[in-house]
């Protein structure tokens, strides 16, 4: 079991950046892959950007492709989300999570149901 918890999420203008990391920690959570997903008001929980436990592949939702960023850092056990030209719709809780190293290989990166370890979430807000 992988413990996550974000945070850097904030209010910030429409066309403004922000960036927000998640700590993990237990039993070799360097060897998940790492995702990030998003939640608004009256809306599913979606897929936002996803890592392999490498770092050395990335997945991105169409949405956010091009204006999103995700990296890791193994030796300190945390991924960043980079968000950059931000939109009033990126408004939503921002939820970290980890799935085992498998789901690349299972092809399952983008999908919410394999990521069985969630942070509580960080809320980000875009006004326009």
């Known amino acids: 079991q992988v413990q996550l918890r974000e945070s850097g999420g904030g209010l910030v203008q429409a066309g403004g950046s922000l960036r927000v990391s998640c700590a993990a920690s237990g039993r070799a959570a360097r060897t998940y892959a790492m995702g990030w997903f998003r939640q608004a008001p009256g809306k599913e929980r979606e897929f936002v950007a996803a890592?392999?436990?490498?770092?050395?592949?990335?997945y991105y939702a169409d949405s956010v492709k091009g204006r999103f960023t995700m990296s890791r850092d193994n030796a300190k056990n945390t991924v960043y989300l980079q968000m950059n030209s931000l939109k009033p719709e990126d408004t939503a809780v921002y939820y970290c999570?980890?799935?085992?190293?498998?789901?690349?290989?299972?092809?399952?990166?983008?999908?919410?149901?394999?990521?069985?370890?969630w942070g509580q979430g960080t809320q980000v807000t875009v006004s326009s």
């Open positions: 999570a980890a799935t085992p190293s498998t789901a690349q290989a299972m092809g399952v990166m983008t999908e919410v149901d394999p990521f069985g370890s």
């Open positions: 890592i392999s436990w490498s770092g050395g592949s990335t």
